[in-house]
């Protein structure tokens, strides 16, 4: 996968930054630290995919909107995501999220990702973001 991410410190809410090579990649290590904050160790189920789109004036308003759309399929549909492809049309991003379903649900919560003092750079080593979550 090639990419890191940081669970910084916040008194209230939940900050991560995330790096990685692509922006493909970048959504990927997002949805491993979503995951891992929500499930912990959940057994998992049958393969499930799972279309979507996410839209915005510029991209950091689209990956908000992706990360939220990534936070209904972990919660909602209990989605252990693996895989994900994003095509990148206009204003558009087309979503396909793979995966198998989880046997039981999160042991914690998040209610979105939030525009809060957050940004998303492409950068020399690669893609950069940081985003705060309302949990």
């Given amino acids: 996968m090639g ?4 669970i910084l410190d916040h008194p ?7 790096q990685a090579e692509s922006l493909e990649g ?4 997002a949805a491993q630290a979503l995951r891992e904050y929500l499930y912990e160790h959940s ?11 996410a839209d915005g004036t510029d991209d950091f308003g689209r990956f ?5 759309e990534l ?5 909602t549909r209990r989605l252990l995501v693996r895989g994900i492809r994003i095509e990148r049309r206009g204003g558009v991003w087309d979503l396909v999220l ?16 939030t525009y809060h003092n957050g940004f998303l ?6 893609w950069q973001a940081e985003v705060l979550f309302d949990i």
């Fill in 43 to 53: 057994k998992e189920g049958p393969e499930c995919e799972v279309h979507s789109t």
């Fill in 12 to 18: 209230a809410d939940l900050r991560i930054r995330f």
């Fill in 98 to 113: 793979t995966g198998h379903k989880a046997i039981s649900g999160p042991v914690r919560e998040i209610k979105a990702a």
């Fill in 3 to 6: 990419g890191t991410f940081a």
């Fill in 121 to 126: 750079r492409e950068a020399p080593e690669g």
């Fill in 26 to 29: 970048l959504f990927q290590v």
């Fill in 64 to 68: 908000i909107s992706a990360l939220n």
């Fill in 71 to 75: 936070l209904f399929s972990l919660q």
